[in-house]
């Protein structure tokens, strides 16, 4: 993957803004560790960070070609997974290539199809492509998200990047945070609402969009959206497609040119885009596979089995790496790293995000990329075929709320009157839920019970997905290691959202219709397994060490925090006996001790960043 980034602005020669373009691309290094390039006109600036994994001597960026009288250039993030079939293609139509890579692929594809190439892509991406000959600048993004886009347009300038440090860089972009930003924050975070860049002049091109820029201005223009149809396969035939999927999809994402790995936690998800890809390795003489897992110190002696986590990965690896007989890495973390990693992940993120949860991936990830470049992930799974535990719990399915996060009550009473009165924190919450549930695609025929399953599936997959899709990117980027994530084939995902809730938990168990279809692929202990998430620390000395920071930032005048929360409140949570509470405010993993260090990474973004809350 890589990083890429610009503007345009029609009222200044360009060419003497390349110290900002050179900051700008600067800011993305860890994107793209293996390059840089920049490339300039009068009115349009691009800039990209190279990751190299196809083509590592052809395809560098930003790549520019010619066809006829008009010139294009490209800087790309992402991978194209059908560029074989669309380079045989467009060979056949008379297009030359010079390069092996995906890059060259996509711009042929757009100078041959223009923006009716996003149909015909089998990827993730993000990309801005600069026509010379109609000056204007054509950008896109993924269909479900996996990779981001940022934009802003501020005083005449349009401005975009694979993250928000690329925008604010640029010397006319300040980190200014309004009310509905400080609601994303203290309300929704570590979630975003889709187009919503906290920041006050940032926001992001949403999954399945497209923008044309010109002297116009810009237009924005959906070519993709889930879409509710019948489902006609009985429940052997949707096994069968849905297996013929995942593997198609693992067969095509294992493509590169660098050492690929896979993250194995021995649960359902992991375990089968392993198994599918340890069978493709054996079957091409590629050998034996490498994976990895994340645990921490001391987690065998202080884990307690939860409705939210009701088991631990360690024994579920070993079944699965002997099974598959995997080369297999075992990382572990100990309390202080994950405290110090607390900032590293604030770093990565431009934002307080999933607190030690984000923390621990950055670390595993930097553990990762010592031996590959690519891992394979199981990130998704959950939210398309309805594992997680508010799927199946009523007083989930039945809040009016967004069902991950049930505490919305809890939260505002922590925000200091001043600022509760100014952003309307329960308010703010209702809407952006109200807003989200105004998109859901329901059929005509369906029942309540139908319409109320196809709206959870709806939310998780584009309000909680879209979470953990950017933790996996900017964790992962931050250290240069690329992941690729299967589930977010946009086939797949078509496909399962349509599939009946009656089939989806086939046998009565989450995920039956997906235990269904890797029959044979698992083992059985490890194909009914129940779903337990990503994994964190137990460790009693991690509360402590968070209590610790918190307090220190509490007592300190100077903290950016201070004026924004209701300091007495957060003091007596921190010395209550709810401060070790298992019961999460937000998605499966962040309670007690996740609140308090998520309070210690939002001071330290207001620090970092030098906030200004207008």
């Known amino acids: 993957m890589c990083g890429i980034t610009g503007w345009i602005d029609w009222t200044k020669n360009l060419i003497q803004e390349s110290e900002s373009l050179e900051r700008m691309t600067d800011t993305l290094a860890p994107r793209g560790p293996d390059a840089s390039g920049t490339w300039i006109t009068t009115h349009c600036a691009l800039g990209h960070r190279r990751l190299s994994v196809m083509d590592p001597a052809g395809g560098a960026q930003p790549m520019v070609r010619d066809s006829g009288d008009d ?3 490209i800087v790309y993030n992402g991978e194209l997974y059908n560029a074989p079939e669309l380079k045989k293609e467009l060979e056949q139509r008379g297009r030359r290539f010079t390069t092996t890579c995906d890059t060259e692929v996509l711009l042929l594809a757009y100078i041959e199809w223009g923006m009716a190439c996003l149909d015909r892509f089998n990827g993730i991406f993000a990309f801005a492509i600069w026509n010379s000959k109609e000056e204007n600048l054509f950008l896109a993004r993924d269909r479900v998200g996996v990779k981001p886009l940022f934009i802003s347009q501020i005083g005449g300038l349009f401005l975009f990047g694979s993250e928000p440090k690329a925008i604010l860089a640029h010397p006319a972009v300040p980190s200014d945070v309004g009310p509905e930003g400080l609601a994303e924050v203290f309300m929704n975070g570590p979630a975003r609402t889709p187009g919503q860049g906290v920041y006050r002049h ?12 010109d002297r116009s201005g810009a237009k924005t223009r959906t070519y993709w959206k889930l879409e509710s149809k019948p489902h006609t396969d009985n429940i052997e035939q949707t096994a069968e497609h849905v297996r013929w999927l995942l593997k198609d999809t693992v067969h095509r994402q294992l493509a590169s040119d660098v050492p690929v790995c896979t993250l194995l936690s021995g649960g359902l998800d992991s375990s089968a885009l392993t198994a599918i890809a340890a069978a493709h390795y054996r079957g091409s003489g590629s050998g034996e596979i490498d994976t990895y897992s994340v645990d921490y110190a001391d987690n065998d002696k202080h884990f307690k ?10 024994p579920f690896i070993q079944v699965m790496s002997d099974y598959l007989g995997s080369r297999h890495t075992y990382i572990q973390f100990d309390t202080p790293e994950l405290t110090e990693a607390l900032d590293a992940a604030v770093a990565a993120r431009d934002l307080p995000g999933m607190a030690d949860v984000d923390g621990s991936l950055y670390l595993f990830c930097r553990e990762i990329k010592k031996g590959a470049t690519v891992a394979i992930s199981g990130e998704a799974a959950d939210e398309i075929f309805g594992g997680y535990p508010w799927f199946h719990r009523e007083e989930a399915l039945s809040a009016n709320t967004f069902p991950w996060a049930l505490s919305s009550a809890m939260r505002s009473e922590l925000l200091s009157p001043d600022v509760a009165a100014w952003i309307k924190p329960l308010d703010y919450v209702k809407d952006r839920y109200a807003d989200a ?10 029942t309540p019970e139908q319409q109320r399953m196809r709206r959870m599936s709806y939310l998780n997959i584009t309000r909680f997905m879209p979470t953990l899709l950017d933790r996996k990117d900017r964790m992962s980027m931050a250290v240069g290691l690329e992941v690729r994530v299967p589930f977010c084939d946009h086939r797949l995902v078509e496909y399962v959202f349509n599939i009946p809730w009656e089939i989806k938990t086939s046998g009565d ?25 990503y994994p964190k620390t137990h460790n009693p000395n991690y509360l402590t060490a968070v209590q610790k920071r918190l307090t220190a930032i509490l007592d300190d005048p100077s903290s950016p925090l201070l004026p924004l929360i209701h300091v007495k409140k957060i003091r007596e949570l921190i010395q209550s006996t709810d401060a070790s509470s298992n019961i999460p405010w937000f ?3 962040m309670s007690g001790p996740q609140l308090f260090a998520y309070l210690i990474q939002v001071n330290h973004w207001l620090k970092t960043y030098k906030v200004s809350i207008k």
């Open 71 to 73: 010139t294009y250039v």
């Open 202 to 213: 940032l926001s992001e091109l949403l999954p399945g969009q497209c923008m044309l820029v």
């Open 509 to 533: 168990r989450e995920k039956g219709i997906l235990r269904k279809a890797l029959r044979g692929i698992l083992p059985d202990e490890i194909l009914y397994r129940k779903k337990s998430p």
């Open 437 to 446: 549930v105004a998109e859901v695609p329901y059929l005509d025929y369906e």
């Open 587 to 589: 998605g499966q993993l």
């Open 305 to 314: 089995a939860h409705a939210f986590q009701p088991n631990s990965d360690a």
